[in-house]
């Protein structure tokens, strides 16, 4: 186990330098990384012109955001799935570890159960992305009671429904 730098988590936003020397100066040896952010600095100049900074620590890329609804329509979730694609070949390419995605808290589409194998079913599709590239999925989920007024019907909001989707 090892300390890991997550900006996202803690709301810090700022240029890659600025991020990776905040990791250094406090002792990380681990970091999250924007992939989208990245995404377009490989785009712009080369995958290894993007990854030159990171490449210059010793800090290890913990995990990225992936960038997928589950709650999408079906047009806008395989839009996002095609994306995952060019994603994930950089991600293994830098050696990341993980791809993060957060499981909705609610719906306006459809009942528990329903939704429950809809989820699934679209998680097994992500994850059949990420696997040959050696990428593993980390699932999440929110539990704020905010949450709960939002959308029409509940959908996992504690470890034991999260549990059962997994």
């Known amino acids: ?31 999250d990384i924007d992939m989208s952010e990245m995404r377009r600095r490989a785009s712009r100049s080369t995958p290894v012109e993007a990854f030159k900074y990171l490449k210059a620590t010793d800090l290890s890329i913990g995990s990225y955001r992936l960038d997928i609804d589950l709650d999408a329509d079906e047009e806008t979730f395989k839009t996002q799935l095609t994306g995952l694609h060019p994603v994930a070949d950089l991600a293994s390419q830098w050696k990341v570890k993980h791809g993060l995605i957060m499981v909705p808290a609610g719906t306006d589409r459809m009942s528990y159960p329903e939704f429950f194998d809809f989820v699934r079913g679209r998680l097994v599709q992500i994850a059949e992305v990420l696997a040959p590239r050696k990428l593993r999925l980390g699932i999440g989920f929110r539990a704020g009671k ?10 996992v909001r504690n470890a034991e429904g999260l549990i059962a989707l997994v």
């Open 1 to 31: 186990m090892y300390k890991n730098f997550s900006p996202s988590a803690l709301g810090i936003t700022g240029r890659q330098s600025e991020l990776i020397e905040l990791a250094l100066t406090y002792g990380f040896r681990g970091m």
């Open 146 to 155: 905010e949450l709960e007024t939002e959308k029409q019907f509940p959908f």
